[in-house]
């Protein structure tokens, strides 16, 4: 088998080696960043110790506790018409393409599964444990939901009109053409949830303030609003903001932020968990455990090394037959 590989390499032609060395190289270089982005993220998860919401530091956290729904609209999955915290769903259609046969009374047919619908969740949700609820923001979250589900049926889902529970999922049930592939994810109601992100605190007074930073964003605001600034500030009506009118308007910007800053200290906490401003550090929210996700991310790390090494094998082998030709 070796042999009759090796004199398909020898005889192929230049184009084709080119195309296939240019695609073990990116295969190598994908698994070599994968080795090292997986195993950074099993250290990060190992080595990130468990904080309570209570007293959990601003900055990069990690969090346990149980899934809730925040007062209000609640959160239902399109196709099963299920509550849960978080989903997201495709529908796909089985497009079949017909091509002219080596004879005219014949064609050959081949079909592909194309998306027409696709969404997923951006909504909040509570995550809390025995000493206090922070506010969830899942956008741009690692998600590893506690349902996952494909089906097979006959028609596209109209998912603005809300169906009973397994209205979708029984579709296939009762027809015997099934062109329309639905896949749901969900993260339902009540689950444990393990959680790795940024922790901020707004309102109270565990939170940071930065008064020159907001009294320049207040400024940077005012700017892009002329006519406000030459109403409230231009005493002399020469349509224009000088040294001592713009003196004033620093000083008005300043009694703003201070204001803002007494108002929020005396507000209750508001804890929110989203994704980490340092993009080197991983956003995730899973229904496994720790030690389950930073087994998952190990095993990752042992693939891409795997790939890495028979990509790199492949690569090496392919060159020498043909310099040897």
Not at 24 to 33: E, G, N, Q, W
Not at 160 to 187: D, F, H, M, Q
Not at 287 to 313: C, D, H, P
């Amino acid at each position: 088998m070796l042999d009759s590989l090796k004199q398909q390499i020898i005889t192929a032609d230049n184009t084709g080696i080119v195309i296939f060395l240019v695609i073990t190289a990116a295969i190598c270089a994908a698994s070599l960043y994968g080795i090292f982005r997986f195993f950074h993220r099993s250290r990060i998860i190992d080595d990130t110790p468990t904080s309570k919401i209570r007293s959990a530091h601003q900055g990069f956290v990690e969090l346990e506790g149980e899934g809730r729904l925040m007062k209000g609209m609640p959160i239902i999955s399109p196709l099963s018409n299920r509550q849960c915290l978080w989903y997201s769903f495709k529908i796909e259609q089985n497009v079949k393409e017909f091509d002219i046969g080596p004879s005219d009374n014949h064609s050959l047919s081949k079909s592909s599964w194309q998306t027409v619908n696709s969404g997923i969740s951006d909504n909040l949700f509570l995550l809390a444990d025995e000493t206090g609820i922070c506010v969830v923001d899942p956008e741009d979250a690692a998600i590893t939901p506690s349902f996952s589900k494909t089906w097979y049926g006959s028609k596209e889902s109209n998912i603005s009109v809300p169906t009973s529970a397994n209205a979708i999922l029984s579709l296939a049930k009762y027809t015997g053409n099934k062109n329309y592939r639905y896949t749901e994810k969900r993260i339902d109601v009540g689950e444990e949830l393990y959680l790795l992100g940024r922790f901020k605190t707004i309102g109270g007074r565990r939170e940071k303030l930065d008064k020159k930073g907001e009294i320049r964003d207040l400024l940077s605001k005012w700017k892009t609003r002329p006519d406000f600034l030459l109403a409230r500030f231009d005493e002399n009506g020469d349509g224009e903001i000088d040294v001592n009118e713009w003196q004033k308007v620093i000083a008005m910007a300043e009694l703003e932020v201070e204001k803002s800053f007494g108002e929020r200290l005396v507000q209750s906490e508001i804890h929110t968990v989203s994704k980490p401003i340092d993009s080197r550090r991983p956003f995730i929210i899973s229904v496994e455990s720790q030690q389950s996700i930073a087994n998952k991310y190990r095993w990752y790390s042992r693939g891409s090394m795997v790939t890495f090494f028979l990509a790199g094998m492949s690569f090496v082998w392919v060159i020498g037959i043909r310099l040897a030709s």
